[in-house]
């Protein structure tokens, strides 16, 4: 297996750690925020543009992938780096969450997931083996074990039931993957049952995966469940593991989930916003269609190193909005994912220095002064 | 003035010409192909892109930047070139063509054209004096003339009568440079009748002005009419300006153009049709989304030495243009305008080795084995 994780420093007041993550495509360091590139494209990204902000990985989705325009498409054409002119590590996530969000039609059964495409309406069935021979074409670094999603709220019963399946598949996952090379993460469920959490990450570990990821968290229920969940998961993880938690999330939750002892994290957030015209800032976010910016020579913020901030004002990211160009949602995007790697940046120095929780409560403090993003934004 | 052009050669068997234009923010060979940057962006790029790609020169269009974001407030703001990150020359138009195009209501008066805005339907008044003001506000290297554009087909009287104004409307345009920086090229109008251009390029150069631009051409008339009126015009213009072919057109009408001794040019095929998917190559365009690209790893021309060749495949690029993502504008802007850019250096080469003509006929014959794009795309 040429994967391998080292726990570099724990935190001593909380939880969080600083790692380093060897991948076959390099070395990603831990915490990490993983840019979201669906569609084999980081959107309005280039990969240089990419390197320059200091993304170290991706993610890409196995569902997308799948049905367009095919994992055995892109393995004949040289694998997803090759594809997409990306040479560091991508994770692929296992396609349960797609299926689960986009498809109208869906039949859970044991033996995998039945589902119609949202692109055009044929059916397929998502196996852990199919999950798995997907990942393995596009060449992922880090694939993720299939897991059953369920909706939010659910009754023990169930909740239950599809941790208990999503065990057994992720079992099935790790023998598909034998041969092969990379890392294998699962997924812990449970719900929002720690019980159940715990008794799903005792049972993950037991087989033995290279990582854990946290699933089935921000889809709906109030942020301090989310927090108890992690918290209360972690402890069942091996120390000398990654986790990764799923989809999460604003800055905010990003660190107070280091905090808790995550060390991975992906979201569509930064760049969703930014198509939005939503950008950030060392105190929230801001709209910048707002009248308020059309005469504003300033930067977004003048103490952001990005492109976009030393080359562009307000005035100009507001007029590129209005006028629905492209290089709006580009030089948006570019300070957006900037904001997000250099969060992580200053995360870790924050670690590294033993005061992660004087870090911790200033951010939070100064994020607080504006009105926090919606929770949690999924491709 | 701080403008000037020195004609470095002239071919013996064809009209074609070697030219520097020495403009307030740089010089700029000639022949030149000008990206067009309608909104303050050359569409789906950034200036580092065009510098990377060869692009000396880029048009703005002033309509478009009258009404959003206003003129008043790019002069606030430093002028277009800070506004928008770009710091080589800049040309804009007059605003003339696209209140003739864009806008359904409009009063053509001796003082100028009333109209209402595409946007929001709000009044205005384009004087020469205005469109004049509004170049200067933007900050422009080369402003161009405000004429009155006339429908095609027109008859002899309608396009005198059209001409005599557009010769009136230069001179009170020139008459409000006077105090300022930059050059002023004038606009030759006449429709489809020789004698009528001739009089208008005779009385324009007797008002003088820095350069002289071909405008009413390519609206509908037959190609063979278009270079004929070309050719006629362009006798009648001195040799030591400028001449600029306004929104023209294909790679094989610039070929063309060029031999009639034509040294500048603007069009947006090259950006439009690289939105939709259609790229050039040596031997015509090809539709990117066509199924016979789907597993196609080469590159869109193996001779082409742009980013986009250098690094993907026809299948990603055709994979980016289904999936509507971004990076599908992008990378097929950079091919189309490199190949824009790329034409006028091969043109540049063959006059200066005396080759024109033979270089006109290799180009037109190896163009013509696929079918030409239509005639033209104005902004």
Redesign the interface.
């Known amino acids: 297996m040429d994967f391998s994780f080292q726990l570099k420093k724990e935190d001593s007041e909380t939880g969080a750690r600083l790692g380093l993550i060897d991948a076959p495509h390099g070395e990603v360091s831990t915490p990490v925020f993983m840019p979201v590139g669906t569609?084999?494209?980081v959107?309005?990204?280039?990969s240089e543009e990419l390197i320059e902000i200091g993304a170290e990985i991706i993610l890409a989705n196995t569902y997308h992938l799948y049905l367009?325009?095919g994992h055995e498409?892109i393995r004949?054409?040289?694998g997803l780096h090759r594809?997409?002119?990306w040479d560091r590590p991508v994770l692929t996530d296992s396609g349960g969450y797609q299926v689960y969000s986009l498809c109208n039609l869906r039949d859970m059964r044991e033996d995998g997931v039945l589902f119609r495409s949202h692109l055009d309406g044929t059916k397929h069935l998502l196996t852990p083996e199919l999950s798995i021979e997907v990942q393995r074409a596009l060449g992922s670094d880090i694939a993720v074990t299939l897991d059953e999603v369920i909706p939010n709220p659910a009754d023990y019963d169930d909740a239950a039931s599809a941790m208990q399946r999503s065990v057994r598949w992720a079992g099935r996952c790790r023998d598909a993957m034998k041969a092969g090379s990379g890392a294998l993460f699962a997924v812990v469920q449970g719900g929002t049952w720690p019980a159940l959490r715990a008794e799903c990450a005792e049972a993950l570990v037991d087989v033995g995966f290279d990582g854990y990821t946290l699933g089935g968290l921000c889809v709906g229920e109030e942020k301090a469940v989310t927090f108890e969940i992690i918290a209360e998961t972690v402890k069942h993880l091996p120390t000398g593991s990654p986790r990764y938690l799923m989809g999460m999330g604003t800055p905010a939750d990003i660190v107070e989930a280091v905090g808790l002892g995550v060390d991975m994290f992906d979201c569509v957030m930064p760049t969703r916003n930014a198509r939005n015209g939503t950008l950030f800032t060392p105190t929230g976010s801001i709209s910048i269609k707002n009248a308020r910016f059309?005469?504003d020579?300033d930067p977004i913020d003048p103490d952001c190193g990005c492109y976009t901030c030393r080359?562009?004002?307000r005035?100009?990211l507001?007029?590129?909005y209005?006028?629905r160009?492209?290089?709006s949602?580009?030089l948006n995007t570019i300070h957006n994912i900037h904001f997000y790697v250099d969060l992580i940046r200053r995360i870790r120095a924050a670690v590294e220095a033993g005061e992660y929780a004087r870090f911790r409560g200033r951010f939070l403090a100064a994020w607080q002064k504006e009105k926090r993003e919606p929770a949690k934004a999924i491709a």
């Open positions: 569609q084999a494209t959107k309005a990204m280039s367009r325009p498409r004949a054409l040289g594809f997409m002119h059309a005469d020579a080359h562009y004002s005035a100009y507001r007029h590129l209005l006028a160009e492209i290089l949602s580009r």
